[in-house]
């Protein structure tokens, strides 16, 4: 099973959490109480190794965030779709968008232009190896903050109309 579907059983708002903007506080809020590493997380939920003392804290972990919606007066689900719907807007208003449009596409052609270098002709056999590696990733993860700047962060969930 999914350990984010077993997590949804455990702790909705949790789950609900961790497809959102504050995904990170959330893995970290997880980690904390189970005490694991958070990029062992979700390892450690789908092996089914929780004691009965951490699904305890898990629960106390949920009733915390649900006491975060009543007191802040959000919900988490609605940040997700918050989330999607501010970058949308703003593709909308125009004015300063022009200008980010352009940059952009600069960002977008400089990355697709030097993957498309490296893999059609190579680098300079005097630059290591790992200093290309690490200027190409680099690139890509700018696209993907660049796309989810203009699509939002979090895909929408199935059945949800985009």
Known sequence: MDWLATLEKLAPTVATAMGGPLAGAA??????MLGVDPQKVPSY???????????SKIKELELSY?????????????????DRESARNSNV????????FYLTLLLLG??????GWVLFHG??????E??????LGLLDSIALTVLAYWFG???PKQGEQH
């Open 130 to 135: 790992i200093i290309v590696g690490r200027v």
């Open 93 to 100: 208003a125009g004015g300063v968008q022009n200008k980010l």
């Open 45 to 55: 939920i789908s092996s089914a190794q929780l004691t009965p003392e951490q699904l």
């Open 110 to 115: 400089l990355t697709l232009g030097s993957e």
């Open 27 to 32: 893995v970290n809020a997880l980690s904390n």
């Open 123 to 128: 680098y300079p056999p005097e630059i290591p």
């Open 153 to 155: 962060a979090s895909p």
């Open 66 to 82: 649900q006491n975060d919606e009543k007191e802040r007066g959000f919900k988490y689900t609605e940040l997700v779709y918050k």
